[in-house]
């Protein structure tokens, strides 16, 4: 799929603020500075629209980008970002969760997870808590750039095994650059592809 448009559309931190639409739309959700900013970015080739930084906790809102002005992507905060307090940090996950249980035209979340590390308690619990509300995600391994194939391989076989404990099945997933552009296109045609099942 070709990304011949994207726009900033709106930010806010309720649910019911989104857009009031029937058009499909992907949620980016992981831990702080895993990459989410970035990889939407690259995905619609503008280094800018999504605010990025080297600092965690850059994204505090719920945005909404429209693309091709047929779909959306949205760019949430992080969760597991250790130097907010309590309460905000509370706010946050209150805030994604709410968004993430209420939103109806949220076609599939993509669980960005940094493709450095080994499987985190944080990432899979999160995962549990989608399966368990029945939230359709896939994965993608972000920073591939910052790994060897070996080592991709190998971090790869370790998720595997550690999500068939709980799960009948390894997740679809991705593995990502945001620097290379690795991926890319298969998330655009994945997407391509759950739009056009969407309008059936
Ligand atoms: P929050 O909004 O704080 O939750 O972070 P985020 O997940 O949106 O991360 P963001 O896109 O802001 O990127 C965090 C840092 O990682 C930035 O310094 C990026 O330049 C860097 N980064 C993101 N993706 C990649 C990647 O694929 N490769 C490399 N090498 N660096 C990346
Ligand atoms: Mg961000």
């Known amino acids: 799929m070709q990304i011949?448009?994207?726009?900033?559309?709106v930010s806010n931190s309720n649910y019911k603020k989104c857009p009031q639409t029937d058009l499909p739309e992907y949620a980016f959700i992981g831990r702080s500075n895993v990459g989410k900013s970035s990889l939407i970015n690259k995905l619609v080739n503008r280094s800018n629209l999504a605010k990025t930084s080297a600092k965690p906790g850059?994204?505090?809102?719920?945005?909404h980008f429209l693309i091709n002005d047929?779909?959306?992507l949205v760019d949430l905060p992080g969760f597991g970002y250790a130097k907010v307090s309590q309460t905000e940090r509370f706010k946050f996950s209150q805030m994604i969760k709410e968004y993430l249980l209420n939103r109806k035209n949220l076609v599939c979340i993509f669980v960005l997870i940094d493709s450095r590390l080994d499987p985190q308690a944080i990432?899979?619990?999160f995962m549990q808590?989608?399966?368990e509300s029945g939230l359709p995600f896939v994965m993608a391994?972000?920073?591939?750039?910052?790994?060897?194939k070996n080592q991709l391989q190998s971090m790869l076989a370790r998720y595997r095994k550690t999500m068939l404990q709980t799960w009948a099945e390894m997740p679809h997933y991705f593995i990502t650059s945001a620097e290379t552009g690795?991926?890319?296109e298969d998330v655009r045609a994945y997407i391509g592809e759950l739009n056009e099942q969407s309008k059936k």
């Open 182 to 184: 690795e991926g890319c």
């Open 129 to 131: 808590f989608l399966g």
């Open 4 to 9: 011949k448009k994207a726009e900033f559309a």
């Open 123 to 125: 990432d899979l619990d």
């Open 58 to 63: 850059k994204t505090q809102l719920i945005n």
């Open 70 to 72: 047929s779909w959306y």
């Open 141 to 148: 391994f972000t920073k591939a750039d910052k790994q060897s």
